[in-house]
């Protein structure tokens, strides 16, 4: 539970243009996985990449690639 309310609490110091680019890459991850986003799998992917963000990758395509390594691995 801690983490959820920390990703929680971290998601809203996000910016519009922070919240496009989250939103952005994780509609074309699932659209290319055929993965409903508020099913188990979208929430999860979503937590990684709000974290993937928070570690630098602030682009979309950014994103993208970093969870296409993450899956990778």
């Not at 110091?13 to 799998?41: H, M, T």
């Not at 929430?43 to 990778?72: F, K, M, P």
Request: aromatic residues 6%; negative net charge.
């Amino acid at each position: 539970m801690k983490v959820t309310s920390m990703t929680a609490a971290a998601s809203l110091s996000f910016q519009p243009d922070d919240v496009d680019v989250l939103a952005g890459a994780l509609y074309a991850w699932c659209a290319e996985r055929n993965i409903k986003l508020r099913s188990q799998q979208g929430l999860s992917i979503a937590s990684i990449a709000i974290d993937l963000y928070h570690a630098g990758h602030h682009t979309q395509d950014d994103l993208l690639v970093a969870l296409h390594e993450r899956e990778l691995h």
